[in-house]
């Protein structure tokens, strides 16, 4: 076996690589170079071959196999990439052009299945339940992306679309969303529909920071978290009732909210399909490098 595993974030403005030894879990090389995706497909193969001959150079090894996380999916039918918002990537086979440019096993998933993985592996619901047989992990920011992960390994499901759970419609009436929908929750509870939900009922348009500094003495600010949790709880019951997941992991910029957390317990329990909950509901540890550690422990 190889004595080390090797991730690779793939993100929109810069690529990062780590290295990380098997035996120890120990970053051993740390690189990152520019995506650069404005200059097409095969631009960016070419960064990350030379992002990944540079981290081979420093360690004196090949990798064997290599994760990678993505902006999108790779389509478990069609063998392609979608919903990319590096759009370069669309309709591309990536993995198997990655896997032939840089002569290793290569495996795919996308940022919010990076994420969960990383946090169950290496950061939050590792070090609140290290046995943790599911971790559902959100990530909660402009968008509502998640990533499903059972005895350590993500699941994907049969179109790739496992944990888009941002995406299920909670409010029919609501918001039209990208993906044609109205009322995904993406456009209710991420902090771009919680800001317009601020706007709406104050005719006063802030960041979703600002709203939150306002909770004590603005009663539409006091509405919008109202609404962010109840939203919440609705949502989170639903996965719990088909998951029931030991670790919630929530990133991103809602995810910093304190009273998400505060809340949750009341808001989650009438919908529940049990009397008391014991799902830990937790930030994330690892910040910006959950990308590529998760993309790591794909190939761990
Ligand atoms: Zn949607």
Redesign the pocket.
Known sequence: MDRYYWGVDLGGTKIECAVIERSTDKCVVRERIATESDQGYAHILNQIKLLIDRCVEQLGQRPIAIGFGTPGTLDPYYGVMKNCNSTALNGKPLDKDLSQLLDAQVVLANDANCFALAEAHFGAAKRVKPNAEVVFGIIMGTGVGSGIVVNGKGLYGCHGIAGEW??NVIEPNGAL?????SG?L??VISGKGLERFYFEQSGVELSLPEIVARTADDEHAQATMARMSHYFGIAAAQIINVLDPDVIVIGGGVGNIDALYQHAQQAILPHLFNGELNTQIVKPDLGDSAGVFGAAALVK
């Open positions: 941002g995406h969303c990208y993906c044609g929908q995904c993406e456009t």
